[in-house]
């Protein structure tokens, strides 16, 4: 999803209503980015913007779109705000469907217990050569692990520090 399709699909209305924001009759509502005691930000529908004109609102002077909104409104990076865009729109049902996920190889469950066990016997092994490895092990008044990682239920011992 693009920059353009959030801001085609998300419309300002739905973002102001998300952090329980709403205008009055003329399109005015209260700045959520000062203190604002008489509504100084107005929605442009049309544009899906708003604009404050207050002097006193750090964002005075520009139009705020749903994703500079979002940025503001929780102080968030732009990449951060334009993921926040996304799942609302997630949330709402609107806007464009996701792109396909990538097709996953399929591995069997044998293949994979196989690989896990490998990892597992690997680690095994690197602990029983790891004098820092049990020697952190003891300093946490951890006496024996009886299991690591994955365990397919065929550990016949368990590791033992020391």
Known sequence: MTISD???????????AHYGLSVNGSNRLCCP???????SMEMFPKSDTVFCFSSNCKVHGKPID??????????????????????????????VAAAPAQAQP???????????????????????????AQA??????????????FHDGTLS???RAG
């Open 66 to 95: 749903v994703i500079d909104f979002v940025m503001h409104q929780e102080k968030l990076s732009k990449h951060e705000a334009i993921l926040k865009c996304k799942s609302l729109l997630g949330a709402t049902g609107g806007g």
């Open 157 to 159: 011992k368990p590791l």
């Open 6 to 16: 959030i801001k085609q699909n998300l419309s300002i209305t739905t973002v102001l």
């Open 136 to 149: 952190y092990m003891q300093n946490r008044g951890l006496e024996r692990i009886q299991e690591v990682g």
């Open 33 to 39: 980015f000062h203190d604002d005691k008489k509504p």
């Open 106 to 132: 399929m591995v069997s469950e044998k293949v994979r217990v196989k690989t896990m066990t490998a990892a597992f016997a690997h680690f095994q092994r690197s602990f029983a050569q790891s004098k820092a």
